[in-house]
């Protein structure tokens, strides 16, 4: 993982700047103002030969005059805003030495629709507001910045993007700023292929929420060993929000990294499979990995599936671990993680305890899920992971009662959202039913009927 502190130093001055009268411009209009930054190359293509700025209260609009536009080496400098009212995607080209830069200033209201982006150098946004939607970006460069998308101070929108074999990471934000973007619905393929970092590498959050959902990130076909997604506060800055729902990461260095002092994130319907391509276990490999500076480094984790990564999940230095708890079970799928002959399921290196309830560990035999935990009964210096009752995958006891169980009034009951329930006002259907006391303590299914 790498996080970069940027200046924000200026580019060079721009060829031809909008004289901020509150214009809007279409690329033939520029063509007719510009003195020939914008030159129409016929067909719906257009040239952008300079750097270009539409300052602070004008706009660009691309329409459906536009079928390409050609970027060779500039810099095209948003202080203004930006509408896509094309109906077809427009295409976007660098050349394979000649890499534009796209960089939004104080910009408002800049709206990246229906696009096609390649051979760029690289997209900075500084205290702007942007939406990316249905765009895609590839073969993205580090000339002009450290990732596709670089985020200062800013909230975007992305969704619906497709990040494929780009030099650098797709998203970024640096560790002197406060960004929240929201990441959705979105492919992520083989990305910071020239690098060993993360796809998605973001610093501390501002005061909404870090919203990452829905997301494919894979790394299958990335030239180098490539992390998922990592969010660190490493400065101390801000309170950092994060929810990461419903995304698939695999085939990464590792899946998920949470790195700093004051995060808290909640981490839920998941799936954290085959991270194993770090070479040295050592260095990484874990489908989540929570390191925290204090014990304000939090995670809470529901019904998430982990497995085939060289460690599940690993808990480092101070932090404050929720896998489930008895009045609201983790519900999370746990196994078959592991590096050089051993499995590590959960590798607790800290002080802390960890409260991991109601999760599926592959197994139903306690002794084998024991020694597939790291943690106090291995090492007396680190922290106790509590992690009965646990979720019999084997699941064979299926007893029918009727819907009065009086049988049941003293047991510990459990609908399948892992909630506890009154067993003595049972409506038809299947729970999960605790049996025993203390580290004897199993779950069994029961139908009621």
């Known amino acids: 993982m790498l996080l970069l502190i940027i200046g924000l130093t200026s580019f060079s001055h721009a060829q031809w700047t909008s004289p901020g009268n509150g214009t809007t411009y279409t690329l033939p209009d520029l063509v007719d103002v510009s003195g020939g930054v914008v030159t129409a190359q016929g067909d719906g293509v257009f040239r952008i030969n300079a750097d270009l700025t539409i300052a602070g209260t004008d706009g660009l609009t691309i329409d459906n005059q536009v079928s390409r536009i050609d970027i060779p080496g500039a810099l095209l400098t948003l202080q203004g805003?930006?509408?896509?009212?094309?109906?077809?995607?427009?295409?976007?080209?660098?050349?394979?030495?000649?890499?534009?830069?796209?960089?939004?200033?104080?910009?408002?209201?800049?709206?990246?629709?229906?696009?096609?982006?390649?051979?760029?150098?690289?997209?900075?946004?500084?205290?702007?507001?942007?939406?990316?939607?249905?765009?895609?970006?590839?073969?993205?460069?580090?000339?002009?910045?450290?990732?596709?998308?670089?985020?200062?101070?800013?909230?975007?929108?992305?969704?619906?993007?497709?990040?494929?074999?780009?030099?650098?990471?797709?998203?970024?934000?640096?560790?002197?700023?406060?960004?929240?973007?929201?990441?959705?619905?979105?492919?992520?393929?083989?990305?910071?292929?020239?690098?060993?970092?993360?796809?998605?590498?973001?610093?501390?959050?501002g005061a909404d929420s870090i919203l990452i959902i829905n997301n494919v990130i894979d790394g299958t076909y990335a030239t180098s060993h490539v992390g998922g997604i990592s969010v660190a506060d490493l400065m101390g800055v801000g309170d950092t929000k994060v929810l990461l729902q419903g995304n698939s990461i695999v085939k990464g260095r590792y899946g998920y990294n949470q790195q700093g002092q004051t995060i808290a994130s909640t981490i839920v319907d998941n799936q954290f499979t085959n991270n194993d391509q770090e070479t040295n276990p050592?260095?990484?490999?874990?489908?989540?990995?929570?390191?925290?500076?204090?014990?304000?480094?939090?995670?809470?984790?529901?019904?998430?599936?982990?497995?085939?990564?060289?460690?599940?999940?690993?808990?480092?230095?101070?932090?404050?671990?929720?896998?489930?708890?008895?009045?609201?079970?983790?519900?999370?799928?746990?196994?078959?993680?592991?590096?050089?002959?051993?499995?590590?399921?959960?590798?607790?290196?800290?002080?802390?305890?960890?409260?991991?309830?109601?999760?599926?560990?592959?197994?139903?035999?306690?002794?084998?899920?024991?020694?597939?935990?790291?943690?106090?009964?291995?090492?007396?210096?680190?922290?106790?992971?509590?992690?009965?009752?646990?979720?019999?995958?084997?699941?064979?006891?299926e007893l029918p009662f009727d819907n009065t169980p009086t049988d049941l009034s003293k047991a510990i009951v459990y609908n399948l959202a892992g909630q506890r329930v009154d067993p003595t006002s049972l409506k038809p259907g299947i729970y999960l039913i605790q049996l025993g006391t203390g580290i004897h303590q199993t779950v069994k299914k029961i139908i009621i009927q």
């Open 81 to 205: 805003f930006l509408n896509c009212t094309n109906t077809q995607r427009v295409k976007i080209y660098g050349t394979t030495s000649q890499h534009y830069g796209i960089r939004l200033e104080n910009a408002q209201g800049c709206d990246f629709r229906n696009l096609y982006l390649s051979d760029g150098g690289g997209i900075q946004i500084v205290e702007s507001n942007v939406t990316f939607s249905d765009v895609k970006f590839v073969y993205f460069t580090q000339d002009n910045c450290s990732s596709v998308i670089n985020i200062f101070n800013s909230n975007p929108l992305i969704e619906n993007c497709y990040f494929l074999l780009n030099d650098g990471p797709a998203i970024a934000s640096p560790a002197n700023g406060q960004s929240s973007p929201i990441i959705r619905n979105c492919t992520f393929d083989s990305n910071s292929n020239q690098s060993t970092n993360p796809q998605i590498n973001l610093g501390p959050g």
């Open 282 to 397: 050592m260095n990484g490999g874990s489908g989540i990995s929570i390191y925290g500076t204090s014990t304000n480094c939090k995670a809470v984790l529901r019904g998430n599936t982990i497995t085939g990564n060289l460690w599940g999940i690993t808990a480092i230095n101070l932090h404050s671990t929720d896998l489930g708890t008895e009045d609201d079970w983790g519900n999370n799928v746990l196994h078959s993680n592991g590096n050089g002959g051993a499995v590590y399921d959960l590798y607790n290196n800290a002080t802390c305890d960890i409260t991991a309830v109601g999760n599926n560990w592959g197994t139903s035999n306690q002794q084998e899920i024991e020694q597939h935990i790291f943690h106090q009964p291995d090492n007396a210096a680190f922290g106790l992971v509590t992690y009965t009752p646990f979720i019999d995958v084997d699941l064979v006891d």
